[in-house]
């Protein structure tokens, strides 16, 4: 079993920046990768940014690339995801996700933040 719970999330201007945490506790020695998705108000959940939980490589989402940073914190156990450049089109709750196996499910899940960006 792995609990995750996702922090940091607010309200932030256009432009603006903001960093979300993941507390990722329970075995993590099966994690294979780690993600953070979001879901904006009638969208589908995308995976916008992925990180390897051994060796620390990382992809991202076209829509984030470039903007969006995921990391890792081995000392503290949390997977973070630093956002910068902020749009109106990152408007969405944000869920960190574990992955324990290549090619299986997200099968662990935060209860998700809210990101809002204002005008």
């Known amino acids: 079993q792995v609990q995750l719970v996702e922090s940091g999330g607010g309200l932030v201007q256009a432009g603006g920046s903001l960093r979300l945490s993941c507390a990722v506790s329970g075995r993590t020695s099966t994690i294979y990768t780690m993600a953070w998705f979001r879901q904006a108000p009638g969208k589908e959940r995308e995976r916008i940014a992925r990180?390897?939980?051994?060796?620390?490589?990382?992809d991202y989402a076209d829509s984030v690339k470039g903007r969006f940073s995921i990391s890792r914190d081995n000392a503290e156990n949390t997977v973070d995801l630093q956002m910068t450049s902020l749009k109106l089109e990152d408007t969405a709750v944000y869920y960190c996700?574990?992955?324990?196996?290549?090619?299986?499910?997200?099968?662990?899940w935060g209860r998700g933040t809210q990101v809002t960006v204002s005008s």
């Open positions: 990180i390897w939980w051994s060796g620390g490589s990382t």
């Open positions: 996700a574990a992955q324990l196996q290549v090619l299986a499910p997200y099968n662990y």
